[in-house]
C-alpha cells in the first residue's frame, strides 16, 4: 500500500495538501474508534479519572469547527455554539459527554470537515500567510497554515487517549469476564 499526502481537487497545492492531513487524521479517527459500544465511548478509564472518546471527539469537532469560522473569518454563530459547545465546563474541564451514540459524533464531524473542505477550495496558498487569533483565555495569533496543521495534530493528539481508553477498557472487560 502507498501512502502519499496529496492536495484535494479544486485546492491549492500547499492548502489541499494540509487540508489532506486533517482529513486522513479525520479517517484514521473514524477506524481506531470504529466499532465502540455506547459503554466502550462513555468509559472514562480506571476510576473513571479521564476524558472518554465521546467527549474527545466532541472536543476535536469543536475545537476544528471553530478553525474554520477563524479561517472564514466569520463568528461562530451562536446556534452553532449551542449545538457543538461548549469548549470547556464550569471547571474548566471537557465537558460531560454520555449516551451520545458513536455514528451521531461521527456524523457531526464529518459535516465540520465538509465545511472545511468548502472552505479550503476558497483559499489560496497565499492566503495561508493571513493571521488569525485564536485561545479562549489568552488570545494567540497563527497563520492560517499553522491552523491548519494544528487541526491534523490536534485530532492525532487525542487519538492516543482514545487508544489508551480502549486498551483499558478492553483490559478491563477481560478481568470482569474471568471473575
Known amino acids: 500500500m502507498l501512502y502519499d499526502l496529496q492536495g484535494e481537487e479544486k485546492m491549492s497545492t500547499i492548502v489541499?495538501?494540509?487540508y489532506g492531513a486533517v482529513k486522513e487524521n479525520s479517517q484514521r479517527l473514524k477506524s481506531i474508534?470504529?466499532?465502540m459500544s455506547q459503554e466502550e465511548i462513555d468509559y472514562k478509564g480506571p476510576d473513571n479519572k479521564f476524558n472518554s472518546a465521546a467527549q474527545l471527539i466532541k472536543h476535536i469537532i469543536y475545537v476544528d469547527l471553530n478553525w474554520v469560522y477563524r479561517i472564514k473569518r466569520?463568528?461562530?454563530?451562536?446556534?452553532?455554539?449551542?449545538?457543538?459547545g461548549p469548549m470547556i465546563d464550569e471547571h474548566n474541564r471537557l465537558p460531560m459527554v454520555t449516551g451520545m451514540a458513536l455514528d451521531t459524533l461521527i456524523s457531526k464531524y464529518e459535516?465540520?470537515?465538509?465545511?472545511l473542505k468548502e472552505t479550503c477550495t476558497q483559499l489560496t496558498d497565499a492566503?495561508?500567510?493571513?493571521i488569525v487569533t485564536f485561545g479562549?483565555?489568552?488570545e494567540k495569533q497563527a497563520t492560517?497554515?499553522?491552523?491548519?496543521?494544528?487541526m491534523a495534530d490536534h485530532n492525532r493528539y487525542h487519538q492516543a487517549h482514545i487508544?489508551?481508553?480502549?486498551?483499558?477498557?478492553?483490559?478491563?472487560r477481560t478481568a470482569l469476564d474471568h471473575e
Not at 459535516?111 to 465545511?115: D, I
Not at 492560517?144 to 494544528?150: A, F, N, P, Q, S
Request: aromatic share 10%; no cysteine.
Open 74 to 84: 466569520e463568528t461562530l454563530p451562536q446556534s452553532l455554539k449551542d449545538e457543538y
Open 136 to 138: 479562549h483565555e489568552n
Open 144 to 150: 492560517i497554515r499553522w491552523g491548519l496543521w494544528h
Open 16 to 18: 489541499g495538501m494540509l
Open 163 to 172: 487508544n489508551q481508553l480502549r486498551k483499558w477498557y478492553a483490559e478491563q
Open 33 to 35: 474508534s470504529e466499532g
Open 127 to 130: 492566503d495561508l500567510d493571513n
Open 111 to 115: 459535516v465540520v470537515l465538509n465545511m
